[in-house]
């Protein structure tokens, strides 16, 4: 059975896939702190500004779906169709870390302009220059993309420490934004294939406590180090995306001369 399937209703995210490259996908908790026996309330959402509607629990659209405390991480459990995709109750103090990561899922850009608005947008300019080089100059290409989702919330004190998971792309914060100084803003950290990816660009929704949402990039260092400017009583979504050609095995499969793994982290800074 293919791995690539074209959009689910589940989770089509526009009905023209000229709008598809422009959304975020972003776990979205009800509340980012919580009491020890409260429960962990999130939507999986897919959208833009960090609004967005939200998508059921259907096992076959994704990968992995885990919630992790310490150093015990286990699947998050549900019922095909549950709206939102997370409910359950966390028991432990300290901080909770969720884990989503989808299939594949394959696009065609609707123009040629869309594609170069899509890898100008997101600071990958040498894909115009290599999809020319390959003779597709003006030609909008088919694209297979997946998402690589995570988020932060704070049970009792909220104590703990974020992590790398293995996924192929993924975000990592370098402070617990619930218990430490965020004076001078959150540091994150951009992996790829478990590397630190240098060079690349971190897009910043910032979401205030009447919901409007201001944007803003920073650029990873070196170490795939980036410094996230934040203010207490905000919520933050963080995006970062790897494009990339497919393997040559997909690309036969699919027809796909692009592929775009997008990894996103929220949290929010208390008061």
Do not use: C
Request: net charge negative; hydrophobic share 40%.
């Amino acid at each position: 059975m293919s791995l690539f399937r074209p959009f689910a209703p589940i989770l089509a995210i526009a009905a023209s896939t000229s709008l598809a490259w422009g959304h975020e996908f972003w776990i979205d908790p009800e509340d980012y702190t919580l009491a020890p026996g409260d429960t962990l309330t999130a939507a999986i959402r897919v959208g833009e500004n960090f609004k967005g509607s939200s998508y059921a629990y259907i096992p076959d659209n994704f990968r992995r779906f885990d919630l992790a405390q310490g150093d015990d991480v286990a699947p998050v459990e549900g019922r095909i169709g549950d709206r939102p995709a997370l409910s359950t109750t966390v028991d432990e103090d300290g901080l909770a870390i969720v884990v989503h990561v989808t299939r594949d899922y394959d696009l065609t850009y609707s123009s040629y302009d869309s594609f170069v608005n899509f890898v100008t947008h997101k600071d990958a300019e040498w894909v115009i220059d290599a999809h020319a080089d390959a003779g597709q100059e003006g030609v909008a290409p088919k694209e297979i993309y997946s998402r690589h989702a995570k988020s932060l919330v704070a049970v009792g004190e909220g104590a703990g420490q974020d992590r790398a998971f293995g996924l192929v792309t993924e975000i990592v914060a370098l402070e617990n934004p619930y218990t430490g100084d965020t004076g001078d803003g959150i540091d994150v950290q951009v992996f790829y294939q478990s590397e630190p990816r240098g060079d690349a660009q971190v897009e910043i929704f910032d979401r205030d406590p009447d919901g409007e949402v201001t944007v803003s990039t920073v650029t990873t260092d070196a170490e795939g180090v980036a410094t996230v400017p934040v203010t207490a009583g905000h919520s933050y979504l963080v995006d970062a995306v790897v494009l990339r050609r497919p393997g040559d095995d997909v690309a036969e499969e699919t027809g796909a001369a692009w592929e775009s793994l997008w990894a996103s982290l929220t949290f929010a800074v208390p008061e």
